[in-house]
């Protein structure tokens, strides 16, 4: 794997640590579980590598230490970055529109954060870091948070990023096939989020032996379903009994009460939900806490309704039936952007759901054959954990990239990547660091 590499190169002495920052910035802690697993594969196979979670809040903090071990805990440094208080003000009202927050964060600390030698992110926004520090930048790496169809996914920002790790074929092809990146720019290594919850189906949620359904719909006011449709769903199943129904949207759906899309220049405003609809013993409503981003519900649930979500995909873990809610009437196929709307019944309007349902219910198998191709083009899954293998690439990358060439051999300095032969290294970079434009809470 060779890395496009534009900052300053920094040739490392190959008995020195390494600094690898797992930076988490952003209003919700659903991306995390996408590269906190692979921040613990990480300080435990490769000797030299100096982890350090950093979050800009204690939310975040808190959720990716979920994911470590102890024994990984006490090898990562955790570092919380703190805003003042007017920042925190002011993006509760401009982040609605833009990223003020991160993009705040990142300036805000953006001297702290040039002094690792590998930042792994899960988002687009880190790549302010190359114009804000030009030669100074570190190697980013992109984990990205889900394996999705739409557009957004697979905009042309992510050829920016000296290595994207991908679950699979489907993203490689589309993003190389598009120019997004060289193939020399990434690793298939699974899905770490994968890695994290268990594939056996849970205990069911309700009690009452009905089939349950999960509606989770995407934010964004020029693709998702809940603006025009939603409430004419929840009122649906509120006023029959043969479904339980999990109301799970995107976390993002009502971390926010105004939702902009640039792309599309549509505004739209979350409403509140009546409350009727929470004294449904069969319907169970959860609009912020981490089950809508662990995979308890899309785990739990007979059949899937939504959108645009990725969480389309994490559904197919194990396949069941999928209803796709078309409101905005989008001629979706042969739109690579909605390829996993193949996988299930197409709706228009609420006067189709009950069809769909019952199909669903007596035909559970019909799209199976769709999905499971869908699953298998989407996730390059082996017997090797997801995270150690994003682990692997991403020391790869690192060494290649900092570590000086053996120019008589014509091998690199540290081509045996695991081998355990490196000189002893204290405790660098594990103790609390005192810096002036953050503070560190040390855990573990």
């Not at 209003?27 to 697993?37: D, I, L, N, R, T």
């Not at 989020?193 to 949620?205: I, R």
Request: proline share 6%; hydrophobic share 40%.
């Amino acid at each position: 794997m060779t890395i496009q590499r534009s900052a300053k190169l920094t040739l490392l002495n190959p008995s020195r640590r390494y600094r690898i920052g797992f930076l988490f910035n952003h209003e919700a802690v659903h991306q995390v579980a996408h590269s906190a697993p692979i921040a613990a594969q990480l300080a435990m196979s490769d000797p030299l590598a100096a982890v350090e979670v950093i979050a800009t809040s204690a939310s975040l903090l808190d959720r990716a230490r979920c994911f470590l071990s102890e024994d990984a805990q006490r090898k990562i440094s955790f570092t919380l970055l703190l805003s003042p208080p007017w920042q925190t003000a002011a993006g509760r009202i401009l982040d609605s529109a833009l990223p003020f927050s991160r993009i705040a964060n990142l300036v805000r600390h953006r001297n702290v954060l040039a002094r690792f030698d590998a930042l792994v992110v899960p988002e687009r926004t880190s790549l302010l870091l190359k114009s804000l520090l030009g030669e100074s930048a570190p190697l980013l790496i992109h984990t990205k948070h889900g394996s999705g169809d739409r557009a957004q996914g697979y905009a042309r920002a992510v050829g920016r990023f000296d290595l994207v790790l991908l679950s699979g074929e489907k993203l490689r092809d589309r993003m190389t096939d598009a120019g997004v990146i060289k193939p020399q720019q990434c690793a298939i290594v699974g899905y770490p989020k994968f890695d994290t919850v268990d594939h056996v189906k849970p205990a069911p949620l309700f009690e009452n032996g009905k089939p349950t359904v999960v509606y989770n719909p995407h934010p964004e006011p020029s693709l998702s379903s809940w603006y025009d449709m939603g409430l004419d769903v929840l009122n649906y199943f509120s006023n029959q009994a043969d479904f339980n129904l999990i109301f799970a949207p995107h976390v993002m759906l009502f971390q926010r009460r105004m939702h902009v899309s640039l792309e599309a220049w549509r505004i739209k405003l979350r409403r509140d939900l009546p409350s009727k609809f929470f004294c449904c013993p069969h319907i169970l409503i959860d609009t912020g806490s981490p089950k809508l981003s662990d995979m308890t519900y899309t785990r739990a649930a007979d059949i899937y309704m939504g959108d645009v979500s990725s969480q389309i995909y994490e559904f197919l873990l194990r396949p069941r039936p999928m209803i796709f809610l078309n409101p905005l009437r989008r001629a979706w196929r042969g739109d690579r952007n909605y390829d996993c709307w193949n996988f299930g019944t197409v709706v228009e309007d609420i006067n189709g759901l009950p069809k769909a349902l019952q199909d669903a219910v007596s035909r559970p198998d019909c799209h199976r054959l769709a999905q499971e191709r869908g699953f298998r083009y989407t996730f390059e899954l082996n017997e090797k954990p997801s995270s150690l293998r994003a682990a692997q690439a991403i020391t790869q990358c690192v060494r290649r990239t900092l570590h000086p060439v053996d120019l008589l051999g014509g091998t690199l300095f540290s081509s045996s990547l695991f081998s355990g032969q490196c000189h002893p290294v204290d405790a660098h970079g594990r103790g609390i660091h005192t810096v002036q434009e953050f503070q560190v809470r040390r855990g573990g």
